[in-house]
């Protein structure tokens, strides 16, 4: 069996993460995750990431990160309020009165009378959820577009610099003497 090296491990995972990716794919795949992850397709999330990762091409990693903002902790207030939404924007007014609250009995005909309670909030709930899944793509591409550039950069401008010596710093950017003294004095001009 061939012994991988360190160079070897990081090529492979190069191309499974798709690393080499432009700033605007990678943040288009976080995107797209979060666009997912606040869809009213609810239990599809997983299966719809790596099926549009697939198509696209783009960063499972990503995607799959983008998805994760709906979690348990989220899953709740995601639903109720893009619910709320959907009623606002269809014109039916404050509607959180209006979800029947189950009643504790573990039965199928209680499960599906409570199911069957439901049936006027379904297009609110669809509305309201594709909005923020559409809102959600927008926020989340600037943001991540913004910050896997600043961070590009930063690492670019560190890589210049080589190890040991400060990162080439900007013209803008004002370097206090405390900054410098972190730092071993550069080698001798040979």
């Known amino acids: ?54 198509i696209l091409r783009l960063n499972k990693v990503a995607v799959f990160a983008g998805t994760l903002v709906n979690n348990p902790w989220t899953y709740v207030p995601i639903l109720v309020g893009g619910t709320q939404l959907g009623a606002l924007m269809l014109g039916r007014g404050w509607i959180l009165e209006q979800i029947p609250r189950p009643e504790i009995a573990f039965s199928l005909h209680a499960a599906l009378l409570f199911l069957g309670s439901l049936k006027p909030l379904a297009f609110p709930f669809f509305v309201g959820n594709m909005t923020l899944s559409i809102l959600s793509f927008m926020v989340a591409y600037s943001l991540s577009l913004r910050f896997i550039r600043h961070r590009r950069a930063h690492h670019h401008r560190t890589a210049e610099a080589g190890p040991g010596h400060p990162p080439v710093v900007a013209s803008s950017q004002v370097v206090g003497a405390g900054d410098r003294a972190a730092y071993p004095p550069p080698p001798p001009a040979v």
């Open 1 to 54: 069996m061939r012994k991988l090296t360190r160079q070897a491990l990081a090529n492979v995972a190069r191309r499974l993460l798709h690393t080499n990716d432009t700033p605007e794919r990678t943040a288009l795949a976080f995107a797209l995750g979060t666009g997912v992850g606040f869809s009213p397709f609810l239990f599809c999330h997983w299966g719809l990431a790596l099926l549009l990762s697939i």
